[in-house]
């Protein structure tokens, strides 16, 4: 009569352990399996232009090694990293040449871009060069793109990582503030220019967040991470005006490193 009590039990516990092994198993396979490649996209700010170290391959792009996307890949080591950034950037050059890597094994995106398309070299160099009214005015017109035109652009590009990348994380990195408002700068743009600059850039991770909200996108917003570190900060992790010219009003290597890169490792 114990013979067949003793085989229940024997077959009940192979039974249990074959449980606990293929769980196990099965967990590893899911996760192998799951996408775990990393994209980088938009303009000179994913680039990394103003960082130096410039990947020479990629020409005008000036894609550096010590862009926040270089230096999160070597930190995490993703199954793949490429990035397409590029300097000058617009929604139209995302669409147009930047989003060939991104498949079904990409697991990570991030971007910035918005700027350029609202005009931000030209608003920085009228400011630069001209009064202030004349700033203000172009400021005001950069805003006025922001909000009626830039919307329907960066949902062109969300759409279109969405659909390329469908298991993707993606990660909308903002603009800083350019500037420290009463900060140690004695000469150059007015406090009313610069207040208006840094309004600009609040519009546009404004717009960029609320796009990237309603794509099922994280937005990482980099102010309080560069808060401190503005222009006329006395610590800036951005060029002034600099030469080469297109590294100006750029993040600096300790900006990516110390602003970009922990926004970044926050929302990814």
């Known amino acids: 009569m ?3 009590r003793l085989a229940a039990m024997t077959s009940a ?5 074959a449980l606990v092994l293929t769980g196990p198993v099965t967990a590893a396979s899911a996760q192998q399996a799951a996408p ?5 996209l938009g303009d000179s700010y994913s680039a990394g232009v103003g960082a130096g170290s410039y990947d020479s391959s ?9 862009a926040y996307s270089a230096l999160w890949a070597a930190a995490n080591s993703p199954s793949s990293y490429q990035s397409t950034a590029c300097s000058g950037a617009r929604t139209g050059d995302v669409l147009g040449g930047q989003l060939a890597p991104l498949n079904s094994s990409t697991g990570l995106v991030s971007i910035t871009i918005g700027g350029n398309d ?8 009228t400011c630069a060069l001209n009064s202030e009214s004349t700033c203000l005015a172009r400021v005001a017109q950069a805003v006025s793109y922001v909000k009626n035109t830039l919307p329907a652009q960066l949902d062109g590009v969300y759409n279109a990582i969405s659909q390329k990348a469908p298991a993707a994380h993606v990660v909308v990195l903002g603009y800083p503030h350019f500037y420290k408002i009463g900060g140690s700068c004695l000469a150059g743009l007015s406090e009313k220019s610069r207040s208006a600059i840094n309004g600009a850039a609040d519009q ?17 917003d980099v102010n309080t991470k560069f808060s401190g570190h503005e222009l006329c900060s ?22 990516q490193a110390k602003g970009y890169l922990p926004a970044l490792s926050s929302a990814a």
């Open 118 to 125: 609202a005009g931000f070299a030209d608003t920085m160099s």
């Open 204 to 220: 546009i991770n404004g717009v960029s967040a609320k796009r990237a909200a309603d794509h099922g996108f994280s937005f990482a």
């Open 234 to 255: 006395g610590d800036p992790w951005l060029h002034s005006v600099t030469l080469p010219v297109d590294e100006s009003y750029h993040p600096t290597a300790a900006g």
């Open 2 to 4: 114990r013979l067949p």
């Open 13 to 17: 516990f192979f039974a249990a352990a």
């Open 36 to 40: 775990t490649g990393y994209v980088a």
């Open 58 to 66: 990629s020409g005008s792009c000036k894609r550096s090694t010590k």
